[in-house]
């Protein structure tokens, strides 16, 4: 293991937008691994790190820009920062391998800016993270850890995926019709949770995919989503082609693409950036992600009524507005699939008491999703009162809410970051707190 090489740029554009910090370093077998810092405003950045074969600046910028706007949209004081590993000879195998190679990787980042924190993202579980945390330098620049480790589970327990049912919930009825079936393009931490919490509340999933294939259900029940959990726990992306839902008579597709022309109500994009764009989008899309999609020829096939992007710039601002001249109801990415950071947050902000005291890991898991609940069922409130399209509606919400931490943080500017966040946080989404709230602000 080693750096080979590393680069480090201030104030770099990429898509045409200014990110504060670029930092890549080269590793062996070829390994390249991007940080990109959005803003330098608040004391701290965050922001998740995924593993992928292949991968360009570009995705990178619209990840870590998203990041900055999901921070905003639920109060938090954070800037948004994410991080690309990108291995075109395959990912590594093992999590140790992925934790030395993030350990190399995270100390020439905070050698650049001492107030970045790494989460789980995409092929980086949480139980990579607990090995990258065992370095008591890196400790507190990393979260998203597992319960017996000092963190909450955030994978493990669905917090994002929690956070796209509370915001389907609450839009659904602005639909021209009943949400009665789904697909979900992503079937991991976020697609797998969305999809059984869907089930739960009555809304068939019947399809879904990897990046190695796709499942669908020729029947109206809908696939088997406790089962096809089930194995992608055990097999991960394989999933799709575990043999007991072959067995069901569900369709096995080798093509993950055949997703995008199942009929249902719902599509929950929980993959990369970049899914679906309009026609003439396609060929400059197609440098960021080669497999985009028509939206007009995916809504013709579909004929869907929500999408709730529980991926980050799943579609193209003119793909969302599109979708919405034909009522299609869009719930924007950082209003809705914020589940995860909030909880991120939580589990840093409040890393001491979680090493002190592990009996109130509860009371902050409890906290933590209370405060899910409230930011995204009130955000999506505001979005069905908006007269505007979606996006702009959020960009709104933004707006207010980066106005209201300057003002927040001008009146605790003293104030250690954990304390700061309790602070922030009892203020809330202005929806009220429950008692296990009031609870751990008084621990």
């Not at 890549?24 to 810092?37: L, Q, S």
């Not at 259900?217 to 089930?230: E, P, R, T």
């Not at 072959?246 to 929980?270: C, E």
Request: aromatic share 6%; charged share 20%.
């Amino acid at each position: 293991m080693g750096i080979h090489y590393m680069r480090v740029a201030r104030d770099q554009e990429i898509g045409g937008e200014r990110f504060a910090l670029v930092v890549e370093t080269r590793h062996d077998h070829g390994i390249i691994a991007r940080t990109a810092v959005h803003r330098q405003d608040m004391a701290r950045r965050i922001g998740g790190v995924r593993f992928v074969v292949e991968g360009d600046t570009q995705e990178l910028g619209h990840l870590s820009s998203t990041m900055t706007l999901k921070c905003l949209a639920s109060r938090l004081p954070a800037d948004g920062q994410k991080s690309l590993i990108i291995c075109p000879q395959g990912i590594p195998k093992t999590n140790h391998e992925r934790a030395a190679i993030l350990a190399e990787h995270f100390r020439v980042v905070i050698a650049e800016d001492a107030g970045v924190i790494f989460g789980p993202d995409m092929n980086n579980p949480e139980a990579v993270m607990d090995l990258v945390a065992q370095d008591e330098d890196l400790l507190d620049h990393v979260t998203g850890l597992s319960e017996s480790n000092g963190g909450i589970a955030i994978d493990k327990n669905g917090y994002t995926a929690y956070g796209l049912w509370y915001a389907v919930d609450t839009a659904r009825a602005r639909t021209a019709r009943p949400l009665e079936s789904a697909t979900i393009q992503g079937w991991g931490a976020v697609g797998a949770n969305a999809g059984r919490l869907l089930h739960t509340h009555g809304i068939a999933v019947v399809g879904a995919s990897t990046c190695r294939g796709a499942i669908t259900a020729s029947n109206g029940a809908g696939l088997d989503v406790d089962a096809l959990y089930d194995a992608w726990l055990r097999v991960g992306d394989e999933c799709v082609f575990a043999g007991n839902l072959q067995s069901n008579g569900y369709r096995i597709h080798t093509d993950p693409d055949v997703l995008f022309t199942v009929p249902a109500q719902l599509f929950v994009p929980a993959a990369r950036p970049s899914v679906l764009a309009m026609p003439d989008e396609l060929a400059e899309v197609r440098v960021e992600n080669p497999t985009v999609h028509d939206v007009t020829a995916f809504h013709r096939a579909t004929g869907l009524a929500m999408v709730a992007e529980g991926a980050n710039h799943p579609l193209t601002p003119r793909a969302e507005m599109y979708l919405e001249e034909q009522s299609v109801v869009v719930l924007p990415d950082y209003i809705v699939n914020c589940g995860g950071l909030i909880g991120c947050f939580f589990e840093w902000a409040y890393r001491r008491a979680l090493f002190a005291t592990p009996v109130l890991r509860s009371t902050i898991d409890t906290a933590a999703r209370g405060y899910v609940c409230d930011v995204v069922r009130h955000n999506v409130q505001m979005l069905g009162q908006a007269t505007q399209g979606a996006r702009a509606a959020a960009d709104r919400i933004v707006s207010a809410n980066r106005d209201w931490l300057r003002v927040a943080m001008a009146s605790h500017a003293n104030l250690e970051e954990h304390e700061m966040a309790r602070t922030l946080l009892a203020g809330g989404a202005d929806t009220g707190q429950d008692q296990a709230r009031g609870a751990l602000l008084c621990a």
